[in-house]
């Protein structure tokens, strides 16, 4: 059985710094493409940032390019989301997906994710 687990949500003031963390068990962590994206009542789900399978191409949704950076640990099976600068619009709740890809090419779409974490929650204070 596939789990991806979140962590690292929590209230914090704008300007502030959070690293939000992801841990897949149930697959082998190495073969997929690691992705978070971020939702808010009433909206759309939006795509945050990925990063492939070796770490060595990342992508950003331009919300957060500048401000957030997406690493990769395939020694623990854990994928990061260091969180910098944050603003009050960055308040959502966070989840981790994953898509098998070995490949280079990093999808946005939630349509492509094979699986998904119960998302961990980002409330930034003005």
């Known amino acids: 059985q596939v789990q991806l687990q979140e962590s690292g949500g929590e209230l914090v003031q704008a300007g502030g710094s959070l690293r939000l963390s992801c841990a897949m068990s149930?697959?082998?962590?190495?073969?997929?493409?690691m992705n978070w994206f971020r939702q808010t009542p009433g909206k759309e789900r939006e795509f945050v940032a990925a990063?492939?399978?070796?770490?060595?191409?990342?992508a950003y949704s331009n919300s957060v390019k500048g401000r957030f950076i997406i690493s990769r640990d395939n020694a623990k099976d854990t994928v990061h989301l260091q969180m910098n600068s944050l603003k009050p619009e960055d308040t959502a709740r966070y989840y981790c997906a994953a898509n098998y890809n070995t490949g280079t090419t990093l999808s946005s779409l939630g349509s492509n994710m094979e699986y998904w974490g119960q998302g961990t929650q980002v409330t930034v204070s003005s």
């Open positions: 149930g697959r082998t962590f190495r073969l997929y493409a």
């Open positions: 990063i492939s399978w070796d770490g060595g191409r990342t």
